[in-house]
C-alpha cells in the first residue's frame, strides 16, 4: 500500500515569492494534517483538515492556508514568503477526526523548503 | 494538551536496552501517552500508545505508573537503525488530529 506522498521533495524559493505544497493522504483516510518542523526541533502543526473542511489550525499568520479537496488531497499554500519559513514540511493522513482518542497519524516524507 | 518533558539525548550501544522516561505531569483523565519517531530528513513515525500500565507491540514496550504523571519508554536489544529522535505526547479526544511534538529525545545507538 502508498503511504503519504508529498511533492515536491525540495523546493528553493526567494523571500516575497508564493509557494504550494501538496500532499495525497493514505487511501481511505479522510484527514489531512500539516506541519512545519524547523531544524533541530519538533514538527509544530498548522492546519487539520477532514472531509473538506477545516478542523484546527495553529498559531501561524495568514500567510499560511491550506484546503482540501474531493479526493482527499491537499495543498498548503505559503504567501509572501519569509526566511524564517525555511523548514520541513510535513502532512500527516489519518482516519479519523477529532472524535478519536487515538493520535495514531502517518505522516509522509516532507517537502523541504528552503527560502534565501 | 499536558506539557512533556523529557531527555534532550541518550547514547546507548548495540544490543542495550534503551529507556526514555517522559515527565507529564499535568495530564488529564482523558489523555493518552503517545511515542513517535523520527529519523533525519524523514517523517515522525507512530511506535506506541498507551492509558496506563503496560503496553508493548512488536518494536516497544510502554510503563505507565499509576499516577499517570511520567511514562517510560523502553527499545529491547537496540541496533544502530534505532539511532532516531524519540517523542513523547500526551492529548485525548479534545486534541482531535492535533498533535502537539516536544523537542524530543535524540538517541544515538553506537557500535
Known amino acids: 500500500d502508498a503511504g503519504v506522498t508529498q511533492s515536491p521533495t525540495h523546493l528553493i524559493k526567494t523571500r516575497g515569492q508564493h509557494v504550494t505544497l501538496r500532499c495525497s493522504p493514505i487511501s481511505g483516510h479522510k484527514s489531512v494534517s500539516w506541519y512545519q518542523q524547523v531544524l533541530g526541533q519538533g514538527p509544530q502543526f498548522i492546519f487539520q483538515y477532514y472531509e473538506k473542511e477545516e478542523r484546527g489550525r495553529g498559531n501561524f499568520p495568514d500567510r499560511f492556508s491550506a484546503r482540501q479537496f474531493p479526493n482527499y488531497s491537499s495543498e498548503l499554500n505559503v504567501n509572501a514568503l519569509l526566511l524564517g519559513d525555511s523548514a520541513l514540511y510535513l502532512c500527516?493522513?489519518?482516519?479519523?477526526?477529532?472524535?478519536?482518542?487515538?493520535?495514531?497519524?502517518?505522516f509522509g516524507p516532507g517537502t523541504r523548503l528552503t527560502v534565501l | 494538551l499536558a506539557k512533556t518533558t523529557q531527555p534532550i539525548s541518550m547514547d546507548s550501544y548495540e544490543g542495550q536496552e534503551v529507556n526514555i522516561t517522559c515527565s507529564h505531569n499535568?495530564?488529564?483523565?482523558?489523555?493518552?501517552i503517545t511515542w513517535y519517531q523520527q529519523f533525519p530528513s524523514q517523517g515522525p513515525r507512530f511506535i506506541i500508545q498507551g492509558y496506563k500500565t503496560k503496553v508493548t507491540n512488536e518494536v516497544a514496550s510502554l510503563f505507565i505508573p499509576a499516577d499517570r504523571k511520567s511514562s517510560t519508554l523502553s527499545l529491547p536489544r537496540v541496533s544502530l537503525s534505532d539511532t532516531a529522535v524519540y517523542y513523547c505526547l500526551v492529548g485525548g479526544k479534545a486534541a482531535g488530529n492535533k498533535l502537539t511534538f516536544g523537542g524530543g529525545t535524540r538517541v544515538l545507538v553506537k557500535p
Open positions: 500527516a493522513s489519518s482516519f479519523f477526526s477529532g472524535a478519536s482518542a487515538s493520535n495514531e497519524q502517518f
Open positions: 499535568n495530564i488529564a483523565t482523558n489523555d493518552y
